[in-house]
């Protein structure tokens, strides 16, 4: 089946460092792929849209100069907090949508845990 | 607002119980999905939905769409503890952009 690998699984680090976080679609080319955010106990929201080669597109609410996204290729969409502060700490999943057998609108990563110290 | 929401928030069943978690949205939805998500990690997709009255079914779990396809209901039969974890149910309601919006989530704990 299709397959999202995003890395890393687990980040801490220390209050305004900036984090990058990979979505990679491994077996199939991903023309969008899509971010979502999870606090505790809730339910994905989410951050925002990206197609390939072009910019991506935000939900309202989410800043996009704290949040940037990269989506230079088919298989790859990069996720950089920047300056990240302890209520940037979250559960980040990345998610891919394109040509696949199976019927699923999206293929979803294992998710990124971040935690700002 | 919440375009869709799940009932109930949580659940805790004895094994071996049937149980029933629903989910409303105030829109017609182009397509409904189930997924399950243990904690801290992705989601493990469940099933699809996309025709008005369509059930389908995969070992113990049922899911149905109605009519109107407003409203989803996901059944497990004979509950197990392998069947915990986080219920969500996700819905493309614009049909043009492949997005999915989710809904509040449904946290199941099976007791043995």
């Known amino acids: 089946g299709a397959v999202v690998s995003q890395h890393p699984s687990r980040v801490i680090c220390k209050s305004g460092t900036s984090v990058k976080i990979e979505c990679r679609s491994l077996?199939?080319?991903?023309?969008?792929m899509f971010w979502y955010r999870q606090f505790p106990k809730q339910s994905l929201m989410l951050m925002a849209t990206?197609?390939?080669?072009?910019?991506?597109?935000?939900e309202q609410g989410v800043e996009k100069d704290k949040f940037l996204i990269n989506h230079a290729s088919l298989t790859l969409s990069t996720l950089t907090v920047t300056s990240a502060h302890p209520e940037d700490s979250s559960f980040y999943i990345c998610?891919?949508?394109?040509?696949?057998?199976?019927?699923?609108?999206?293929?979803f990563g294992d998710g990124t845990r971040l935690s700002i110290l | 607002s919440q375009e869709l929401e799940q009932s109930p928030q949580s659940l805790i069943v004895q094994e071996g119980k049937n149980l029933t978690i629903n989910c409303t949205s105030s829109?017609?939805?182009?397509?409904l999905y189930w997924y399950k998500q243990k904690y801290g990690e992705g989601l493990i997709f469940l099933m699809m939905?996309?025709?008005?009255?369509e059930e389908k079914s995969h070992e113990k779990i049922t899911a149905k769409l109605d009519e109107k396809k407003q409203q989803s209901s996901l059944h497990i039969t004979a509950s197990q503890p392998s069947h915990a974890g986080i219920y969500l149910c996700?819905?493309?309601?614009?049909?043009?952009?492949?997005?999915?919006?989710f809904g509040t989530g449904t946290l199941l704990a099976v007791q043995p």
């Open positions: 829109k017609t939805l182009y397509g």
């Open positions: 998610s891919a949508r394109g040509w696949t057998r199976d019927n699923q609108p999206q293929h």
């Open positions: 939905l996309q025709k008005g009255g």
């Open positions: 077996d199939f080319q991903a023309t969008t």
């Open positions: 996700g819905a493309d309601t614009s049909g043009a952009t492949n997005k999915l919006i």
């Open positions: 990206s197609n390939e080669g072009s910019k991506a597109t935000y």
